[in-house]
């Protein structure tokens, strides 16, 4: 071998084994820093093989949040029936603690959705954790304890996903919640009764189609901790024939005011535009968001909205069910959607029920990722021939750039490919490393923490922002970031995901430039405000400046 | 192919709509290659076509509706909305009309 060859043969193996070692890899380090309860959720157990019910199936979601401002994410895992949820509190990133006992957070029976929000401005932040049964705020008493407070949803609905939202731009957080359909155990049929009972010939439990609808809720903010049910009057409750989980919210057409994205399952999914005066129209059908590209509709479960493709507008990613591949709804402008997922590489995956799902930008590089959770429904998939199956893997997609997407599921680490029945999933830099971590509701299983074994070498910043005209929580504040002459997006949003909360606080990538050259933040309230030159690497507080 | 060679695709459906001008799915194909060109007009003209050989096609009118939004025809697009969604929704108490039809009772719990 010529002394050239052997340079180039090294030179191979160096590019080859370093780009290994760059590839990031998420771990599941839940153990390690203190998740080892598991939340109940119905069948199989070992005194239930399979689940019966439906209420089985929709599973809990997971919040980040920072409920005593020391910087730090906390966590709330919500749990089904014969469990109880639990507040863990971060101890500076290093340790998650259950603090449920010492705060007097306490939920029984089927918890289904979290989302948080500041909701009389008093700095701390609060949340509501939906039932099937009845939905509850827990206001956040100057991070000491949490005192329930009972929300007028009415009796027995099956409540799923939630968001704050200051849909009237009053400066004080409102509340939309999902209900899914009308369930009890008294008339709801036993796996097998009828042919909606049925997955590929095998008696499974039943539903949702040929379970009655119900609607979606509102409540005004009335001050003071008081909520007013204004679900008719706002047009919220006017469609009624739609399986309702996730909820997502972002001003999708551009017109200052935030809108509600809801994913149905098995029916065609929701967009409430807002009409500025306190209404909403459902336009889902007609600016392109409900159905798949073929006019089917899909079963979605999780939305997340982000800028795919760079263009400074809000796409929407929907996970559904298996059969069927996740849906990314490509904002055109103005709030018009396209189904753009076979085109951005984003059709290939139909053997997985998804569920939890965000953007985020795992490699910092600028450009906004994918992550999607999953499980599937019916334990009995385990009996049928092929590649569905009960437990399922993560799925992770690296955006390419302008929105074409690759599947870097297998080259990614163990924390992506551990097979679980998977629901709701958070997204947020619990350690304050630069790397986002996704906390994961499995079922009848402790979570999931999928960390970066290794943060990407590129550069990042973390803004908080913090209304003060505007909600306390800034949601509803668009923010954009400009690095390496590109410019990102992204809004600051409660709930999302699927049933599940967010870290508030926004990150953006910023790739090599060691800072964002220009971020510009507009507040609800209207107020625009310019930063330039800000170094990256760190969290930032962003405060709504006191003039108007 | 359609997405990545899109003159041949084409070619190919216009080929199957001389042997069969009744194929609405090849309507249907020609019509979503010339909306993803910006051919609004020609995408509109297959849509109609499939819609009228296939008036509850979910594929056919849901594509017409997008046509018609993306050519700032926003009366037809909601009015094509409206068809679709007729067809989308099943009833409310459809199981319990099902139930009625089979002369079954609710399940023992």
């Known amino acids: 071998m010529t002394r050239a060859a052997l340079l180039l043969l090294v030179a191979a193996a160096f590019l080859l084994f370093g780009a290994a070692a760059l590839q990031p890899s998420f771990e599941n380090a839940a153990a390690r820093y203190g998740f080892t309860h598991s939340f109940p959720n119905g069948g199989p157990t070992e005194s239930q093989p399979?689940?019966?019910?439906?209420?089985?199936?929709?599973?809990?979601?997971?919040?980040?949040?920072?409920?005593?401002?020391?910087?730090?994410?906390?966590?709330?895992?919500?749990s089904g029936d014969g469990g109880t949820s639990r507040l863990y509190h971060n101890e500076t990133g290093r340790k998650l603690r259950d603090v449920s006992a010492e705060t007097g957070f306490f939920t029984s029976g089927w918890a289904q959705g979290i989302c948080a929000g500041d909701t009389d401005n008093d700095g701390f932040t609060d949340f509501v954790v939906t039932h099937w049964g009845s939905s509850t705020l827990f206001h956040n008493q100057a991070s000491r304890r949490f005192r329930r407070i009972e929300?007028?949803?009415?009796?027995?609905?099956?409540?799923?996903?939630?968001?704050?939202?200051?849909?009237?731009?009053?400066?004080?957080?409102?509340?939309?919640?999902?209900?899914?359909?009308?369930?009890?155990?008294?008339?709801?049929?036993?796996?097998?009764?009828?042919?909606?009972?049925?997955?590929?010939?095998?008696?499974?439990?039943?539903?949702?189609?040929?379970?009655?609808?119900?609607?979606?809720?509102?409540?005004?903010?009335?001050?003071?901790?008081?909520?007013?049910?204004?679900?008719?009057?706002?047009?919220?409750?006017?469609?009624?024939?739609?399986?309702?989980?996730?909820?997502?919210?972002?001003?999708?057409?551009?017109?200052?005011?935030?809108?509600?994205?809801?994913?149905?399952?098995?029916?065609?999914?929701?967009?409430?535009?807002?009409?500025?005066?306190?209404?909403?129209v459902e336009e889902g059908l007609l600016r392109g968001a409900a159905l798949d590209e073929h006019g089917k509709a899909l079963s979605g479960m999780g939305a997340a909205a982000g800028d795919a493709d760079g263009d400074g507008w809000l796409d929407i990613f929907r996970t559904n069910f298996s059969d069927e591949y996740s849906t990314l709804y490509r904002n055109r402008g103005n709030g018009e959607f396209e189904d753009?997922?076979?085109?951005?590489?984003?059709?290939?995956?139909?053997?997985?029920?998804?569920?939890?799902?965000?953007?985020?930008?795992?490699?910092?590089?600028?450009?906004?990722?994918?992550?999607?959770?999953?499980?599937?429904?019916?334990?009995?998939?385990?009996?049928?021939?092929?590649?569905?199956?009960?437990?399922?893997?993560?799925?992770?997609?690296?955006?390419?750039?302008?929105?074409?997407?690759?599947?870097?599921?297998?080259?990614?680490?163990?924390?992506?490919?551990?097979?679980?029945?998977?629901?709701?999933?958070?997204?947020?830099?619990?350690?304050?490393?630069?790397?986002?971590?996704?906390?994961?509701?499995?079922?009848?299983?402790?979570?999931s923490l999928l960390r970066l074994q290794k943060p990407a070498p590129s550069n990042w910043i973390i803004l908080k922002l913090e209304g003060r005209h505007s909600n306390r929580s800034a949601l509803g504040a668009k923010v954009s970031v400009t690095a390496n002459g590109r410019t990102q997006i992204d809004e600051v949003r409660s709930g999302g995901s699927y049933l599940s909360q967010n870290d508030l606080r926004l990150h953006f990538g910023l790739g090599s430039s060691p800072q964002a050259e220009r971020i510009e933040v507009l507040w609800p309230s209207g107020k625009k405000q310019l930063l330039l030159g800000v170094r990256g690497g760190r969290v930032l507080l962003v405060a709504e400046p006191d003039d108007r | 192919m359609a997405r990545q060679n899109p003159n041949a695709a084409r070619e190919r459906f216009q080929r199957a709509l001389t042997l069969d001008p009744s194929l609405a799915e090849a309507l249907i194909a020609l019509g979503k290659l010339d909306a993803a060109s910006g051919r609004h007009a020609d995408a509109i003209g297959h849509l109609e076509r499939a819609v009228k050989l296939r008036p509850n096609s979910e594929p056919a009118l849901y594509n017409l509706m997008l046509a018609y939004r993306n050519a700032g025809r926003a009366a037809d697009a909601r009015a094509a909305s409206d068809r679709l969604q007729k067809l989308q929704q099943p009833p409310q108490g459809e199981f319990t009309e099902f139930l009625k039809k089979l002369g079954e009772k609710t399940p023992p719990q």
């Open chain 1, 151 to 280: 929300l007028p949803t009415g009796p027995n609905r099956y409540n799923t996903g939630c968001a704050f939202i200051d849909y009237d731009r009053d400066g004080d957080l409102d509340l939309v919640i999902s209900n899914y359909l009308r369930f009890d155990y008294s008339s709801v049929p036993l796996p097998g009764a009828n042919p909606y009972c049925f997955y590929r010939n095998l008696a499974v439990n039943c539903g949702p189609r040929g379970l009655d609808f119900d609607r979606n809720i509102l409540l005004r903010n009335d001050g003071g901790l008081k909520f007013t049910d204004v679900s008719a009057a706002s047009g919220i409750a006017g469609p009624n024939r739609n399986y309702a989980l996730g909820v997502l919210t972002g001003d999708f057409d551009g017109d200052g005011w935030t809108d509600i994205f809801i994913a149905c399952d098995q029916t065609p999914s929701l967009l409430y535009i807002n009409q500025r005066h306190g209404t909403f």
């Open chain 1, 340 to 447: 753009a997922t076979v085109a951005a590489g984003l059709s290939a995956n139909t053997h997985y029920v998804g569920w939890g799902t965000g953007f985020l930008d795992f490699d910092n590089d600028g450009w906004k990722d994918l992550l999607l959770v999953n499980g599937h429904v019916f334990p009995e998939a385990d009996r049928l021939p092929g590649p569905v199956r009960f437990r399922q893997r993560s799925i992770l997609y690296r955006n390419i750039g302008k929105g074409r997407f690759a599947d870097v599921s297998s080259a990614t680490g163990p924390g992506i490919a551990e097979p679980r029945v998977a629901r709701g999933a958070a997204f947020g830099d619990f350690d304050n490393d630069g790397a986002v971590d996704i906390l994961v509701n499995n079922q009848n299983e402790p979570p």
């Open chain 1, 50 to 78: 399979t689940k019966k019910y439906i209420i089985e199936t929709t599973g809990s979601g997971v919040g980040w949040i920072d409920y005593d401002n020391d910087g730090y994410l906390d966590a709330v895992l919500l």
